[in-house]
């Protein structure tokens, strides 16, 4: 063809140009006769016609919500490698905490021990929020490139990367509850380990949705990535375990350890395992004293307990006292202003926390556009 018409090595064929000759010719003018009747018996269909609500998206929210949401769940299902290295951190990362504390004591020294495992699980946000947030970053590019098309909304987006990501919540949360809870020999009791199973799943959903929200407030996972040790030292500095609550500067200590959702974290699940345990010293762990004369070991420490002294004597009758600082567990924990009756209500601070990160993602997926084209 590009010969024929000489845009090609050989000579054009013919002394006129073929543009020339279709612009000539009687084809041409029958076509640009029935361009015009179309474009005048459309116009006259459409005049004849009632106005129609013209909506900027051609499906409803409900639908676009469910079509959103399949196809979510089905890329996160032909991803792997995403679901199973998260699985595999969880898992690692609960049997060697598991096996370096295996099978504690009731010894003094093993409440410490206890408290230990539990902080352990405050490194989940720091293992969710490093795989999270790329995730969110590569689908919301998929997402700017189909919303300049107004395939979709930002609500049905953002719902589906949250529910997409809860089956693998869930079994991640089995993953590293069950080596960490029963290899070091917590209470098996259901009313305990119910509600540490429950205080572990709210804390792998508020971390997916912590990492969901920062990096939709964000313009990138670079930079969302740049906020993650902040808030992990923020969080792990002021829950009233590495610094006590009496400790820690009034200034901080009247909102920011309140509004540290570690502190629910820490706070249920201490008080759960060593509420009524029994506290049973080891030789070394006792306190060795002698009691003044003509007094034997239970009246000189009469008073201490009967002014609600911790802890107790190995023996009452001699004069050679051994005292063990702890009786019951929670003595323990008492000084870090934790209550075993607040424990419930710690779970549902906790859980309303997931609720205001699900409120911040919203607004920052709907309101926040970081598309550079």
Not at 137 to 142: G, K
Not at 265 to 281: A, F, K, S, W, Y
């Amino acid at each position: 063809m590009l010969d024929a018409i000489g845009a090609g090595q050989a000579p054009r064929i013919g002394d006129r140009d073929w543009g020339d000759r279709w612009r000539s010719s009687p084809e041409f003018a029958n076509t640009k006769e029935e361009i015009v009747r179309m474009k005048s018996q459309r116009m006259q269909e459409v005049g004849s016609n009632f106005k129609t609500d013209e909506k900027e998206y051609a499906t409803p929210l409900w639908h676009q919500i469910k079509i959103v949401n399949w196809r979510t769940h089905l890329s996160f299902w032909r991803s792997p490698n995403y679901g199973f290295t998260r699985l595999f951190n969880h898992v690692a990362i609960a049997l060697l905490t598991g096996l370096a504390y295996l099978q504690l004591d009731d010894s003094r020294s093993s409440l410490q021990y206890r408290v230990f495992v539990i902080f352990q699980a405050t490194v989940l946000p720091a293992l969710i929020l490093a795989q999270v947030e790329p995730k969110y970053d590569l689908s919301r590019l998929i997402f700017y490139r189909e919303s300049a098309a107004k395939a979709y909304k930002q609500f049905p987006f953002a719902l589906s990367m949250v529910l997409a990501e809860i089956p693998y919540s869930i079994l991640c949360a089995v993953g590293f509850f069950l080596p960490l809870y029963y290899i070091p020999g917590f209470q098996s009791a259901s009313s305990r380990a119910g509600y540490q199973f429950f205080m572990i799943l709210i804390t792998e959903l508020f971390s997916v949705t912590l990492g969901q929200m920062v990096a939709a407030l964000t313009p990138s996972s670079f930079i969302s990535m740049l906020l993650n040790p902040f808030l992990i030292i923020v969080f792990a500095l002021f829950c009233g375990v590495t610094i006590p609550k009496s400790q820690i500067p009034g200034f901080w200590r009247a909102w920011l350890y309140q509004l540290d959702p570690f502190t629910r974290l820490i706070g249920g699940m201490v008080v759960t395992e060593l509420h009524d345990r029994p506290v049973r010293c080891t030789p070394a762990e006792f306190n060795t004293f002698t009691s003044p004369p003509g007094q034997n070991c239970g009246e000189y420490m009469s008073s201490f307990f009967q002014n609600g002294g911790a802890g107790y004597l190995a023996q009452n009758a001699t004069d050679m006292c051994q005292y063990c600082a702890y009786k019951v567990g929670d003595q323990f924990y008492e000084p870090l202003s934790f209550s075993f009756d607040n424990r419930w209500r710690d779970l549902g601070i906790f859980a309303a926390f997931i609720g205001s990160n699900l409120l911040l993602l919203f607004i920052g997926s709907r309101y926040l556009n970081f598309n550079r084209r």
